[in-house]
């Protein structure tokens, strides 16, 4: 009875933690981010950042219809001027797209705004990282952070800016988090 019990305990508790997952989804492919001038995006993201160009697209734009509000949540008049795809290292690909919009909102997104973000590079050495970002003229945020208690402690970190204000972050865990000492699982790291 009691093996009985422990089975169906086991099985509920692996009801309630089960997620709900999309069919067949493999990860991330990539991440779409909206730029003030496409080429200016590119170099800074390949002579920079070190990420490799690949395909341009566009222009898109429905001057008569509702194509660009109906399929990507835009205003019906907003073009898509270009759009690139740029691969940095092992990564997500990034989609890089230059919009014109009568309603574009031309203020770089904070952290703190809703649908903020910001994208994260790993590097073995983090000093050396900012040491390059600094003789480039780019703009880092503050010093490198170290976490030192919890489950990223082994993890450095610092934010930087692109030349039109996206923020980005670089971060560093050659010996792994602390987490990895007590799970199984594992977080996605370009490291592996």
């Known amino acids: ?17 089960a997620q709900a997952a ?8 990539h991440i779409g981010v ?3 001038n496409l080429s200016q995006a590119v170099s800074f993201f390949v002579d920079v950042i070190g990420c490799e160009a690949f395909y341009q ?28 795809l740029v691969r940095c290292g092992n990564g997500s690909n990034l989609e890089l797209f230059e919009y014109q919009s009568p309603d ?5 997104v904070k952290n ?3 649908g903020g973000h910001h994208i994260a ?31 990223s402690a082994g993890e450095s970190w610092v934010y930087f800016t692109s030349p039109w204000g996206m923020q980005l972050e670089l971060v560093s865990y050659p010996r792994g988090k602390a987490y990895e000492r007590t799970s199984n ?8």
């Open 185 to 192: 699982s594992r977080l996605f790291s370009p490291k592996h």
């Open 57 to 84: 697209l566009g222009p898109f734009a429905d001057d008569k219809g509702n194509w660009m509000q109906e399929n990507l949540n835009v205003h019906p008049r907003a073009k898509i001027m270009k759009m690139q």
């Open 121 to 151: 590079f790993y590097v073995d050495d983090i000093a050396k990282a900012v040491s390059y970002l600094k003789s480039n003229d780019i703009a880092v945020q503050g010093d490198i952070h170290v976490m030192e208690s919890g489950p």
């Open 112 to 114: 703190s705004d809703i």
């Open 104 to 108: 574009q909102d031309k203020s770089p």
């Open 34 to 36: 909206t730029v003030p």
């Open 22 to 29: 999309i069919p067949t989804m493999k990860g991330t492919e």
């Open 1 to 17: 009875m009691k093996k009985f019990l422990l089975f169906v305990l086991v099985g509920l508790n692996m009801t309630v933690t």
